[in-house]
């Protein structure tokens, strides 16, 4: 095959991903989404600072997913949107994208969580991203799974096993133990609480919060905050 076909083909193949993300992104709105939401006209004032992000320190938007490792919903976003996202605009430099947690399904989400930010803590940002990648991927498709509990400690620390040394799973395990994470789950609670949000996932783009339903809005939301 030639490149310029090589290269049509790539395109191709892009567009029909963000085709479906955009499906996808209109469907995850609605199932997430209780009641529309006004948007408010201030922006909601993130402290970014130790907080997990994909992308360059520099871009000049911030978008903040609230998810829970537990939701059937996320794991679809983090599958089937966040890579054209990603692609769009994290690795073009234009936005940052940021993950806080909202646990809310289950004792599951609770424990995913504080290891998922417990990596974060001890491993660095690089790692966490590839747990948090990894871990959604794993996330069952039973439609029984949100009442049962299937992140056990055991099962986080063998995920971890697959992108880490036997070394720093034994850290991170030993950190999760003492509850390292703890203020670092408080403040995303409490950002959770402020702004009294009640699905995952909730999006934020500079403050603002996400309450479009297509990802044509969501793409002009970004680009009016780059702005």
Same mark, same amino acid.
């Given at each position: 095959m030639s490149k310029t076909n090589t290269n049509k083909s790539s395109s191709s193949f892009f567009w029909i991903v963000v085709i479906i993300a955009v499906a996808f992104l209109a469907l995850i709105i609605f199932l997430s $989404?209780? #009641?529309? $939401?006004?948007?408010?006209?201030?922006?909601f004032n993130f402290d970014y600072s130790n907080?997990?992000?994909e992308g360059d320190e520099k871009a000049p938007v911030e978008i903040v997913e609230f998810g829970d490792y537990k939701c059937p919903v996320c794991k679809q976003f983090n599958? #089937?949107?966040?890579?054209?996202i990603q692609k769009e605009f994290v690795d073009t430099g234009k936005a $940052?994208?940021?993950?806080?947690?909202?646990?809310?399904? &289950?004792?599951? #989400?609770?424990? #995913?969580?504080e290891f998922a930010e417990t990596v974060y803590q001890v491993l660095? &940002?690089?790692?966490?991203?590839?747990?948090?990648?990894?871990l959604y991927s794993k996330q069952p498709k039973d439609e029984k799974y949100e009442k049962v509990d299937y992140f056990k400690l055991d099962f986080l620390k063998?995920?971890?096993?697959?992108?880490s040394s036997d070394k720093d799973?034994?850290?991170?395990?030993?950190?999760?133990?003492n509850k390292v994470y703890k203020d670092a789950i408080n403040k995303d609670k409490s950002y959770v609480t402020e702004l009294g949000i009640n699905s995952t996932p909730t999006l934020f783009i500079n403050g603002k919060e996400f309450t479009g339903k297509s990802y044509e809005e969501f793409i002009q939301q970004v680009q009016n905050a780059a702005k």
């Open positions: $989404k209780s #009641s529309d $939401k006004p948007e408010k006209s201030e922006a907080q997990p992000f599958e #089937s949107v966040y890579p054209v $940052k994208f940021y993950f806080m947690n909202f646990p809310f399904i &289950n004792t599951d #989400s609770h424990r #995913s969580a660095g &940002n690089e790692t966490f991203w590839k747990f948090h990648h990894l063998k995920t971890l096993a697959e992108i799973v034994k850290k991170v395990e030993e950190a999760f133990n």
